[in-house]
């Protein structure tokens, strides 16, 4: 089965700052792996994907992450925090069948 | 291009009542996913349906159901309503769900259908 874990349910950035967020996955074969984000009371918009082709993977506003199948991570990072950048985040792994495993999601707050 | 538009954007319901919600897929898109995003959880996944029929389905039970259209478009149907179907439903569609193992193949979401069971 895949799945993916969220460390840290909230961050706190002070505008400017470095942005990470922890994603971990569990799959027993090369994953597809996901970044989307959700603003209030929207759906969820796609920020990158990692389909094998490259381990660092940039993605809209300016964030990027990493697949590191030694750590079976794909940590998301931006160098700088926007205050626009407020929002919830959630790792996802897709299936063979196109089913997609969301995290429990983290929300970032960016402090001015 | 359009995106996936969902309605209605909020409803309250009782117990035991039923609903149906509707999606509209993007331009070029032949497949709708169903996914139930309880607060402070990430998405659920319900169901997908490609071609007319059900092509996959999460742990919901039955009374769970839906439906897709031959324009792609589709609706969720929830039977006797719990309190804890309480939720925002997301609607997403995407491309060629029956290839597979695609690494193209992304979500693209409705803004949703928030759902309030009393």
């Known amino acids: 089965a895949q799945s993916v874990t969220q460390l840290g349910s909230h961050v706190s950035v002070s505008e400017g700052a470095l942005v990470l967020l922890r994603c971990n996955y569990s799959?027993?074969?090369?994953?597809?792996l996901f970044w989307y984000v959700q603003y209030p009371n929207q759906g969820l918009q796609l920020l990158l994907k990692y389909t094998s082709a490259a381990t660092l993977v940039k993605g809209i506003n300016g964030f990027e992450a990493e697949f590191k199948k030694s750590e079976t991570s794909f940590h998301l990072t931006k160098p700088s925090a926007h205050m626009s950048d407020a929002a919830e985040y959630f790792c996802?792994?897709?299936?063979?069948?196109?089913?997609?495993?969301f995290g429990t999601g983290t929300s970032l707050t960016v402090i001015p | 291009e359009t995106g996936v538009t969902q309605s209605p954007t909020h409803l309250i319901k009782t117990r035991g009542q039923q609903v149906t919600l509707r999606c509209s897929s993007q331009?070029?898109?032949?497949?709708v996913s169903w996914y139930q995003q309880a607060l402070g959880q990430g998405p659920q996944f319900i169901f997908q349906y490609y071609r007319e029929e059900e092509n996959g389905r999460g742990n919901f039970p039955p009374r769970f159901s839906g439906l897709q259209f031959p324009n792609y478009s589709s609706e969720l149907n929830v039977n006797a309503l719990e309190l804890d179907d309480s939720a925002l439903y997301l609607c997403?569609?995407?491309?060629?769900?029956?290839?597979?193992?695609?690494?193209?193949?992304?979500?693209?979401f409705g803004a949703g259908s928030r759902l309030t069971v009393l």
């Open positions: 996802a792994v897709r299936n063979t069948g196109n089913q997609f495993y």
């Open positions: 331009s070029g898109h032949n497949t």
């Open positions: 799959s027993s074969v090369p994953p597809y």
């Open positions: 997403a569609s995407s491309t060629s769900a029956g290839t597979g193992g695609s690494g193209a193949n992304v979500l693209t």
